[in-house]
């Protein structure tokens, strides 16, 4: 349990590294978010439970807010051309109160298996999940080591000793206000989308955030 006193924001989440073998060359966008988030849905698509949960929390209609899903796609980095025999790794990674749906979510992949994958639809076969901090093998082979599925707080640390920071865009970024696309994003968005994200995960899936401190960061952003 997190200490309220030494933290301003905490989340349970859980990385799991999912390994792919491919099988016949294959091309593949640079930025494989929407590839791999298309592949996650159709293999949970029959599971109605665990797909409404962590695929249909969202709402685009009109102006409204988006409500965040429970989960974070990290993609690998740039490839391309996938040969046989190649490895893609990426992270499912699964917050707060989502983790409790980690067994299913790898007993489903591990059914499935074989992923078609790319316009030309290339296969690719599930090899490994490990957990993705800790890199302990949790499925290979049809052997599951369930006690290596260990989540973890986010953060850490004691937030107190930090004395900076950094922001990576690894991938495209997009930001909307009032259901608009921001053509153009300064420091002052950067940290309120942040901080928003913040509370809307913990408020909807669990885990702690001072609402306080998030105010202030806010206000001290506006002079950078």
């Given at each position: 349990m997190t200490d309220r006193h030494k933290t301003h924001f905490s989340l349970a989440y859980l990385p799991l590294l999912i390994q792919l073998k491919?099988?016949?060359?294959a091309s593949?966008?640079?930025y494989m978010g929407s590839t791999l988030h298309g592949i996650m849905g159709w293999v949970l698509l029959p599971h109605k439970e665990i797909y409404q949960y962590l695929f249909e929390n969202r709402s685009f209609e009109g102006a409204k807010q988006d409500i965040i899903n429970p989960y974070i796609i990290e993609p690998p980095g740039f490839h391309g051309v996938y040969k046989a025999g190649e490895e893609l790794r990426f992270q499912f990674i699964l917050l707060g109160d989502a983790v409790q749906y980690c067994e299913p979510v790898i007993k489903i992949l591990a059914e499935t298996r074989w992923f078609k994958m790319g316009a030309e639809r290339k296969l690719f076969e599930l090899t490994e999940i490990r957990q993705g901090q800790t890199l302990q093998l949790i499925w290979k082979n049809g052997g599951a080591e369930w006690k290596n599925a260990v989540s973890q707080l986010v953060p850490d640390t004691d937030q107190k000793n930090s004395t900076y920071g950094s922001i990576h865009f690894l991938t495209p970024l997009r930001i909307r206000?009032?259901?608009?696309?921001?053509?153009?994003?300064?420091?002052?968005?950067i940290i309120r989308n942040i901080t928003?994200?913040?509370?809307?995960?913990?408020?909807?899936?669990?885990?702690?955030?001072d609402f306080a401190e998030i105010l202030t960061l806010q206000n001290l952003s506006e002079m950078v």
């Open positions: 491919c099988h016949e060359t593949l966008p640079d206000r009032k259901g608009s696309l921001l053509l153009t994003v300064d420091f002052p968005t928003r994200r913040m509370s809307d995960l913990t408020e909807r899936y669990g885990g702690y955030v």
